[in-house]
């Protein structure tokens, strides 16, 4: 019967803490290749039409219902779940939305920014979703238009949002969203967003902190590979938070006649919000170091007291090494060699000194470090 080793030698393979698929997803950005992005099976159309006194929401069948929108006396928000090509541009000829936007629109990993080409201002960034299955950092892209009295949102995901918290505040009758103009309305959209981001970084600091916790009690290989992944996933919480400091920033020296003096004001507050969300990211990215420099030196400390018993047990075995070499050398004339006391006097020795080799060392606190 023919033995083959590796049909068993698989079994002893350790699993592979370090995968590079995440880090192939993150680094995998080139704004120069054109998007293939695949059309959407499903497109959802939600619409929410109002003013101070009257709301009026409707999920319209077709992209066509929303064209009547651009020109009423209201304010209106069309948020599209799910991109297709052909609707985009649609929509975007309606409401003289520049092609370079349509572009922007319907990319992949576009960086957060924010273009004014009248009659509208965009604003693209990611909404950011933190999966507790993986502990990883999820990304969502979003256009939002403003123009005159309407804003249109474009979504990646029909399944999940941040805004369901404005629809309730929209169903408010004189709440501050139904009294304000459009420019509130895009405010409103961004601000979730941003406050959004806060959640996500939580739910970061406690894997950060559970990652400490482990370390100091639990040492292995698997620690440096979570302090892996969450390094990944930081990059992606800072890609995606950095720039919308100056996307905001654009916003509040934009001199653009859709934006209200009076709702600057707002903006800054956002501004002042994702400055502080990107010191966070920087703290964590500190800790993270931290963290990191705490694994290396339990590590050393670890190999250091390997080394301490290692040096130990040599110094303990060194005399009686000597003597048993001494007393087996063939020479006809060694002391005890020929006396029924001999070997007992020899195993003696080759006793009593290790012991009081350990109780010097035990004086000199040698094994203190290693309680």
Known sequence: MEIRPDKYLRFLGMPHLFSTERTKKILSVNPTIDPHREEAGVVKISIFDYDAESLKEFEPPV????????????????????????????????????????????????????????????????????NSETSTVEQEQISIVLGKDYVISFQEDATRDVFNPLREKLKITGSKIRQGSADYLCYSLLDLIVDNYFIVMEKLSDCIEDLEEDIIKNNNRHSLARINKIRKELIVLKRNITPVRDLINGIIRSESDLLEEKNTKYFKDIYDHIVQA?????????????????????????????????????CLLAPPTVIVGIFGMNFDVIPFAHTHTGFYITVFITLIIPVIMLFVFKRRGWFRSMN
């Open 278 to 314: 990107h010191d966070l990211t920087e703290n964590y990215r500190d800790v993270l170091m931290n963290i990191q420099d705490l694994y290396l030196s339990n590590v050393n400390l670890r190999m250091n007291e390997v080394m301490k018993v290692l040096a130990i047990v040599t």
């Open 63 to 130: 992209i066509g219902d929303c064209f009547p929108l651009k020109h009423n006396s209201h304010v209106s928000w069309i948020n599209i779940d799910g991109l297709r090509k052909a609707d985009v541009e649609t929509i975007s000829q309606r409401f003289d939305i520049h092609y370079l936007l349509v572009e922007d629109i319907l990319s992949i990993n576009q960086r957060p920014k924010m273009d004014e080409i009248p009659p509208v201002l965009y604003c693209l960034l990611n909404m950011l979703y933190f």
